[in-house]
T-cell receptor, first 112, second 114 residues
Framework: EDKVVQSPLSLVVHEGDTVTLNCSYE??????LLWYKQEKKAPTFLFML????IEKKSGRLSSILDKKELFSILNITATQTGDSAIYLC????????????FGTGTRLQVTL | NAGVTQTPKFQVLKTGQSMTLQCAQD?????MYWYRQDPGMGLRLIYY???????DKGEVPNGYNVSRLNKREFSLRLESAAPSQTSVYFC?????????????FGAGTRLSVL
Protein backbone atom coordinates (compact mmCIF):
# COMPACT_ATOMS: atom_id res chain seq x y z
CA GLU A 1 0.00 0.00 0.00
CA ASP A 2 1.33 3.44 -0.93
CA LYS A 3 2.09 5.50 2.13
CA VAL A 4 3.30 9.02 2.95
CA VAL A 5 4.05 9.83 6.60
CA GLN A 6 4.74 13.28 7.97
CA SER A 7 6.21 14.23 11.31
CA PRO A 8 5.71 15.88 13.65
CA LEU A 9 1.91 16.11 13.49
CA SER A 10 2.03 19.57 15.05
CA LEU A 11 4.61 22.04 16.20
CA VAL A 12 4.57 25.32 18.12
CA VAL A 13 7.60 27.59 17.83
CA HIS A 14 8.53 31.17 18.60
CA GLU A 15 9.02 33.73 15.88
CA GLY A 16 12.62 33.60 14.67
CA ASP A 17 13.09 29.89 15.33
CA THR A 18 14.15 27.43 12.63
CA VAL A 19 11.95 24.40 12.01
CA THR A 20 12.41 21.14 10.15
CA LEU A 21 9.44 19.18 8.86
CA ASN A 22 9.79 15.57 7.81
CA CYS A 23 8.17 13.45 5.13
CA SER A 24 8.89 9.77 4.49
CA TYR A 25 7.27 7.65 1.81
CA GLU A 26 6.80 4.14 0.51
CA UNK A 27 5.30 4.11 -2.98
CA UNK A 28 5.69 2.25 -6.23
CA UNK A 29 7.01 4.06 -9.29
CA UNK A 30 8.09 7.25 -7.54
CA UNK A 31 8.24 10.28 -9.82
CA UNK A 32 8.46 13.35 -7.60
CA LEU A 33 7.73 14.77 -4.16
CA LEU A 34 5.80 17.99 -3.65
CA TRP A 35 5.35 20.33 -0.69
CA TYR A 36 2.24 22.44 -0.22
CA LYS A 37 1.26 25.11 2.32
CA GLN A 38 -2.34 25.23 3.49
CA GLU A 39 -3.55 28.23 5.40
CA LYS A 40 -7.27 28.74 5.76
CA LYS A 41 -8.35 27.38 2.43
CA ALA A 42 -6.67 25.87 -0.64
CA PRO A 43 -3.26 24.19 -0.49
CA THR A 44 -0.74 26.26 -2.40
CA PHE A 45 2.30 24.76 -4.13
CA LEU A 46 5.76 25.34 -2.64
CA PHE A 47 8.29 22.93 -4.16
CA MET A 48 8.66 19.91 -6.38
CA LEU A 49 11.69 17.63 -6.00
CA UNK A 50 12.61 14.90 -8.42
CA UNK A 51 16.31 14.23 -7.88
CA UNK A 52 18.18 13.27 -4.75
CA UNK A 53 20.35 15.76 -2.96
CA ILE A 54 19.23 18.81 -4.89
CA GLU A 55 18.03 21.55 -2.60
CA LYS A 56 15.18 23.76 -3.65
CA LYS A 57 15.08 27.20 -2.04
CA SER A 58 12.62 30.03 -1.94
CA GLY A 59 13.52 32.76 0.49
CA ARG A 60 13.49 31.30 4.01
CA LEU A 61 12.10 27.95 2.87
CA SER A 62 14.22 25.12 1.52
CA SER A 63 13.70 21.44 0.85
CA ILE A 64 15.81 18.43 0.00
CA LEU A 65 15.01 14.91 -1.15
CA ASP A 66 16.80 11.66 -0.31
CA LYS A 67 15.61 9.03 -2.80
CA LYS A 68 17.78 6.31 -1.29
CA GLU A 69 16.36 6.71 2.21
CA LEU A 70 12.90 7.70 0.90
CA PHE A 71 12.37 10.96 2.73
CA SER A 72 12.32 14.70 2.34
CA ILE A 73 12.68 17.61 4.74
CA LEU A 74 11.30 21.11 4.58
CA ASN A 75 13.25 23.75 6.48
CA ILE A 76 11.94 27.15 7.45
CA THR A 77 14.44 29.60 8.91
CA ALA A 78 13.69 32.78 10.88
CA THR A 79 10.02 31.79 11.16
CA GLN A 80 7.32 34.45 11.08
CA THR A 81 3.70 34.36 12.22
CA GLY A 82 2.71 34.24 8.55
CA ASP A 83 4.35 30.82 8.31
CA SER A 84 1.62 29.39 10.55
CA ALA A 85 -0.16 26.81 8.40
CA ILE A 86 -0.50 23.12 7.66
CA TYR A 87 2.36 21.85 5.51
CA LEU A 88 1.45 18.96 3.25
CA CYS A 89 3.81 16.53 1.60
CA UNK A 90 2.63 14.62 -1.48
CA UNK A 91 4.24 11.99 -3.68
CA UNK A 92 3.58 11.59 -7.38
CA UNK A 93 3.70 7.93 -8.27
CA UNK A 94 2.13 6.44 -11.31
CA UNK A 95 1.06 3.65 -13.43
CA UNK A 96 -0.69 5.03 -16.46
CA UNK A 97 -2.18 8.10 -14.77
CA UNK A 98 -0.52 10.66 -12.59
CA UNK A 99 -1.83 10.78 -9.03
CA UNK A 100 -0.65 12.31 -5.77
CA UNK A 101 -0.72 10.58 -2.41
CA PHE A 102 -0.73 13.06 0.46
CA GLY A 103 0.53 12.79 3.99
CA THR A 104 -1.66 13.94 6.86
CA GLY A 105 0.27 17.18 7.19
CA THR A 106 2.21 19.03 9.89
CA ARG A 107 0.41 21.87 11.64
CA LEU A 108 2.89 24.66 12.39
CA GLN A 109 2.03 27.50 14.74
CA VAL A 110 4.46 30.40 15.07
CA THR A 111 3.91 32.55 18.16
CA LEU A 112 5.27 35.99 19.04
CA ASN B 1 -6.72 35.19 -12.43
CA ALA B 2 -9.51 32.78 -11.44
CA GLY B 3 -7.54 29.47 -11.50
CA VAL B 4 -9.76 26.74 -10.04
CA THR B 5 -13.25 27.81 -8.99
CA GLN B 6 -15.51 25.69 -6.79
CA THR B 7 -19.16 26.20 -5.99
CA PRO B 8 -20.77 26.29 -3.52
CA LYS B 9 -18.42 27.31 -0.70
CA PHE B 10 -20.68 25.89 2.01
CA GLN B 11 -23.57 23.46 1.98
CA VAL B 12 -25.72 21.72 4.58
CA LEU B 13 -27.66 18.63 3.53
CA LYS B 14 -29.99 16.21 5.23
CA THR B 15 -29.22 12.51 5.06
CA GLY B 16 -30.49 11.11 1.76
CA GLN B 17 -30.46 14.38 -0.15
CA SER B 18 -28.44 14.71 -3.34
CA MET B 19 -26.23 17.51 -4.60
CA THR B 20 -23.57 18.32 -7.15
CA LEU B 21 -20.34 20.15 -6.40
CA GLN B 22 -19.11 22.17 -9.34
CA CYS B 23 -15.51 22.79 -10.35
CA ALA B 24 -14.11 24.79 -13.26
CA GLN B 25 -10.56 25.71 -14.23
CA ASP B 26 -9.39 28.31 -16.70
CA UNK B 27 -5.77 27.16 -17.06
CA UNK B 28 -6.35 24.76 -19.96
CA UNK B 29 -5.22 21.83 -17.80
CA UNK B 30 -5.81 18.28 -18.97
CA UNK B 31 -6.16 16.57 -15.59
CA MET B 32 -8.65 17.29 -12.83
CA TYR B 33 -9.14 15.77 -9.38
CA TRP B 34 -11.58 15.64 -6.49
CA TYR B 35 -10.32 15.20 -2.91
CA ARG B 36 -11.88 15.17 0.51
CA GLN B 37 -10.06 16.40 3.60
CA ASP B 38 -10.96 15.15 7.05
CA PRO B 39 -9.21 15.91 10.36
CA GLY B 40 -6.17 13.70 10.81
CA MET B 41 -6.64 12.05 7.40
CA GLY B 42 -4.97 14.42 4.98
CA LEU B 43 -6.25 14.79 1.44
CA ARG B 44 -7.75 11.63 -0.02
CA LEU B 45 -8.46 11.23 -3.71
CA ILE B 46 -12.09 10.48 -4.60
CA TYR B 47 -12.05 10.53 -8.41
CA TYR B 48 -9.84 11.95 -11.09
CA UNK B 49 -9.95 12.66 -14.80
CA UNK B 50 -6.65 12.36 -16.62
CA UNK B 51 -8.09 13.99 -19.72
CA UNK B 52 -11.39 15.11 -21.19
CA UNK B 53 -13.66 12.11 -21.64
CA UNK B 54 -12.02 9.87 -19.03
CA UNK B 55 -12.67 9.39 -15.33
CA ASP B 56 -11.23 6.93 -12.81
CA LYS B 57 -11.74 6.00 -9.19
CA GLY B 58 -9.35 7.15 -6.54
CA GLU B 59 -8.87 5.95 -2.98
CA VAL B 60 -12.39 6.66 -1.61
CA PRO B 61 -14.94 6.64 -4.48
CA ASN B 62 -17.89 4.96 -2.75
CA GLY B 63 -20.99 7.15 -2.59
CA TYR B 64 -19.78 9.56 -5.29
CA ASN B 65 -20.05 9.99 -9.03
CA VAL B 66 -18.26 12.40 -11.33
CA SER B 67 -18.71 13.96 -14.74
CA ARG B 68 -16.00 15.56 -16.87
CA LEU B 69 -18.35 17.84 -18.75
CA ASN B 70 -15.64 19.37 -20.94
CA LYS B 71 -11.99 20.29 -20.53
CA ARG B 72 -12.81 23.07 -18.07
CA GLU B 73 -15.42 21.46 -15.83
CA PHE B 74 -15.40 18.46 -13.50
CA SER B 75 -18.37 17.90 -11.19
CA LEU B 76 -18.80 15.64 -8.17
CA ARG B 77 -22.23 14.27 -7.31
CA LEU B 78 -23.49 12.81 -4.06
CA GLU B 79 -26.61 10.80 -4.93
CA SER B 80 -27.74 10.06 -1.39
CA ALA B 81 -25.73 11.99 1.17
CA ALA B 82 -24.64 10.31 4.41
CA PRO B 83 -23.19 11.85 7.60
CA SER B 84 -19.88 10.11 6.79
CA GLN B 85 -19.61 12.42 3.78
CA THR B 86 -19.34 15.48 6.00
CA SER B 87 -15.99 16.88 4.94
CA VAL B 88 -14.18 19.63 3.07
CA TYR B 89 -14.01 18.88 -0.64
CA PHE B 90 -11.26 20.21 -2.87
CA CYS B 91 -11.04 20.22 -6.62
CA UNK B 92 -7.64 20.45 -8.29
CA UNK B 93 -6.26 20.61 -11.80
CA UNK B 94 -2.88 19.88 -13.32
CA UNK B 95 -1.24 20.26 -16.72
CA UNK B 96 0.87 17.12 -16.14
CA UNK B 97 3.60 18.41 -18.46
CA UNK B 98 6.60 16.13 -18.99
CA UNK B 99 5.44 13.92 -16.12
CA UNK B 100 5.32 16.83 -13.66
CA UNK B 101 2.05 16.72 -11.76
CA UNK B 102 1.84 20.06 -9.96
CA UNK B 103 -1.77 20.36 -8.87
CA UNK B 104 -3.55 23.67 -8.30
CA PHE B 105 -6.43 23.69 -5.85
CA GLY B 106 -9.75 25.46 -5.53
CA ALA B 107 -10.83 27.12 -2.29
CA GLY B 108 -12.89 24.11 -1.19
CA THR B 109 -16.50 23.31 -0.35
CA ARG B 110 -17.38 22.69 3.27
CA LEU B 111 -20.20 20.14 3.37
CA SER B 112 -22.18 19.08 6.41
CA VAL B 113 -24.61 16.17 6.24
CA LEU B 114 -27.05 16.01 9.13
Amino acid sequence: EDKVVQSPLSLVVHEGDTVTLNCSYEVTNFRSLLWYKQEKKAPTFLFMLTSSGIEKKSGRLSSILDKKELFSILNITATQTGDSAIYLCAVDHTGTASKLTFGTGTRLQVTL
Amino acid sequence: NAGVTQTPKFQVLKTGQSMTLQCAQDMNHNSMYWYRQDPGMGLRLIYYSASEGTTDKGEVPNGYNVSRLNKREFSLRLESAAPSQTSVYFCASSPVIRAKNIQYFGAGTRLSVL
